[in-house]
T-cell receptor, first 115, second 112 residues
Framework: NAGVTQTPKFQVLKTGQSMTLQCAQD?????MSWYRQDPGMGLRLIHY???????DQGEVPNGYNVSRSTTEDFPLRLLSAAPSQTSVYFC??????????????FGNGTRLTVT | GQQVMQIPQYQHVQEGEDFTTYCNSS?????IQWYKQRPGGHPVFLIQ?????EVKKQKRLTFQFGEAKKNSSLHITATQTTDVGTYFC????????????FGQGTILTVHP
């Protein structure tokens, strides 16, 4: 099993550009989520999904969109990138539909820089 | 909203010394999870505590969940250089199972 796969590993964007961070898992996990990690601020939840067709907002959803058309994939879209979105982004999945009651499996992360 | 605070933010120890990080939540938690992130890596699950007052051990690591289910601690005995990394606690409030809130993490440096 590959686990949770994130692409790309690195990305540089100019302010105003759009892009999609990809996340796929092959563990048949119901729950998937996106976190951003900034120095001194830990991991902050952006969006999460408890199953295909269901998404909800986390702590810091502004500027990001998600969709969950399949169990395996959970892409994160930046519609108009801003320097404040420079961060490391982690996708994580869990077998429990509730998500927070079972261990999260993280991808290797995407390091995004917005200039 | 729920806040999860961790202290200290940084800890530098000599190899062989003990290390403790503390986690406090503003709300009662249904469970507490601990993760370790090596430099340049991604968070990796260590353990989950569910019961009030629960204590679990993994070799040199001891995890505790407070009686009120609002605080937790991770203690490492006789640190080794392989313990280097950031340790995060995370927990969901009892009223919101989908949202796992992470603490800011404690960065551990071990000097040989």
């Amino acid at each position: 099993n590959a686990g949770v796969t994130q692409t790309p590993k690195f990305q540089v964007l100019k302010t105003g550009q759009s892009m999609t961070l990809q996340c796929a898992q092959d563990m048949n996990h119901e729950y998937m989520s996106w976190y951003r990690q900034d120095p001194g601020m830990g991991l902050r939840l952006i969006h999460y999904s408890v199953g295909a067709g269901i998404t909800d907002q986390g702590e810091v959803p502004n500027g990001y969109n998600v969709s969950r058309s399949t169990t395996e994939d959970f892409p994160l879209r930046l519609l108009s990138a801003a320097p404040s979105q420079t961060s490391v982004y982690f996708c994580a999945s869990s077998y429990s539909r509730q998500g927070s009651n079972s261990p999260l499996h993280f991808g290797n992360g995407t390091r995004l820089t917005v200039t | 909203g729920q806040q999860v605070m961790q202290i200290p933010q940084y800890q530098h120890v000599q190899e062989g010394e003990d290390f403790t990080t503390y986690c406090n939540s503003s709300t009662t938690l249904s469970n507490i999870q601990w993760y370790k992130q090596r430099p340049g890596g991604h968070p990796v699950f260590l353990i989950q505590l569910v019961k009030s007052g629960e204590v679990k051990k993994q070799k040199r690591l001891t995890f505790q969940f407070g009686e009120a289910k609002k605080n937790s601690s991770l203690h490492i005995t006789a640190t080794q250089t392989t313990d280097v990394g950031t340790y995060f606690c995370a927990g969901p409030p009892r009223t919101s199972y989908g949202k796992l809130t992470f603490g800011q993490g404690t960065i551990l440096t071990v000097h040989p």
